[in-house]
């Protein structure tokens, strides 16, 4: 026997309205992740920075600054619940007759992290130049829903994970944006032997401390957790052995480059659209065809019950006491009175 039409109508509107319910619980954190094949270039900007000159060892002021970060996701090392980012920076000069060939520094890093919440994870072979590193907290992403809270960030020179505070909300690009800052105090990072009268020492050669101070802010979209713009006040320095700073490596405000903020504004947008229609469009969408389906269902069901109960026959004592007329009963037939025997009357019988 076939289902009736209408109590098909209210199982498909159950099932949507459930499924419009199970979208945003259930089916988008599945969907919403960090993708594996991640590949992106971002460039930042320092004006008149000061750098050491390797080759005379003598500071360089009022030079311009490019960074290039290229991150790549190692797909093949990712999976459901992890992303593996192999990341490159460069930082040329840009009066450089060939910026490529003779970078300021270069360094290198790779990190796993939660496709979910952006937290690293070690796995996978992490490390920062070659040399094995545990990383924490965030790193090149912050996690799908930011708050606005203190984070956990690491900072790949120190090889620390430093807390990252939010400070603010602003438009930027087009977007509101969380605002985050993070502090990195000078800290010794390596040490180098270089002449003596460069940290201002008699001696021929000296070990020197190479410290590191760091200013980062980073303006966050937050559904995404696509950084849109990122800034960094470095200052790395070379100090005698009594812990003064002699000498400038690198002094330097990079900003991402107006480009780039489009750039990352755009994709933020995208992905922002993407988790919309997830989370918002389609379960709304669900519900509505849902409710719309269970309600015509129900109609049909009452209407089939009321056409039901007006056809079906009167049945017992419900008949109508009216003879109808082939039931009619027919004319009395007069006949002889009989005479009364021992007191009972007599039987009629009808025709």
């Known amino acids: 026997m076939r289902p009736a039409p209408g109590a098909v109508l209210v199982a498909a509107g159950t099932f949507l309205i459930v499924g419009a319910l ?4 259930y089916v988008a954190p599945s969907l919403v992740k960090v993708p594996l094949d991640q590949k992106s270039v971002t460039h930042s900007k320092a004006q008149n920075a000061t750098v050491l ?7 360089r002021t009022g030079v311009n600054l490019t960074a290039s970060r290229a991150v790549r996701g190692d797909v093949e090392a990712g999976n459901s619940e992890r992303a593996v980012f192999d990341v490159g ?10 910026p490529t060939e ?25 490390n920062v130049n070659g040399t094995a590193a545990k990383h924490e ?3 090149y992403t912050f996690p799908f829903g930011t708050e606005k809270k203190t984070y956990q960030y690491f900072d790949n020179t120190a090889r620390k994970a430093y807390p990252i505070d939010y400070v603010g909300t602003e438009e930027l690009q087009g977007l509101t944006v969380y605002k985050f800052e993070m502090t990195v105090e000078p800290v010794e990072i390596s040490q180098i ?5 460069l940290v201002g020492s008699t001696e021929p050669t000296v070990t020197a401390g190479r410290y590191y101070a760091n200013t980062r802010t980073v ?3 937050p559904t995404t957790g696509v950084i849109v713009k990122g800034q960094e006040k ?4 070379l100090r005698d052995p009594d812990g003064n700073d002699r000498i400038k490596i690198i002094d330097a405000t990079l900003t991402f480059t107006e480009d780039t903020q489009k750039q990352q504004a755009d994709a933020a947008k995208d992905a922002r659209g993407q988790i919309n229609l997830l989370t918002v469009v389609a379960p709304l969408v669900l519900a509505g065809l849902g409710v719309l389906l269970l309600l015509l269902g129900l109609l049909i069901i009452i209407r089939a019950r009321r056409s039901g109960a007006a056809a079906a026959p009167v049945a017992g004592d419900d008949r109508p006491t009216e003879d109808s007329p082939s039931e009619a009963a027919e004319e009395p037939v007069d006949e002889p009175t009989v005479p009364n025997q021992g007191g009972r009357h007599a039987e009629r019988t009808d025709a």
């Open 219 to 221: 303006w966050v979209e």
């Open 89 to 98: 920076v460069t930082v040329t000069d840009d009066a450089a007759a060939d």
């Open 102 to 126: 003779d970078p300021i520094t270069y360094s290198s890093d790779r990190v796993a992290l939660h496709r979910r919440t952006a937290e690293a994870i070690e796995c996978c072979g992490e």
């Open 193 to 197: 032997d270089v002449p003596g009268n």
């Open 22 to 25: 199970a979208m945003p619980l």
């Open 137 to 139: 907290g965030l790193t």
């Open 234 to 237: 470095q200052l790395q320095t």
């Open 53 to 59: 000159d390797f080759a005379t060892l003598s500071e």
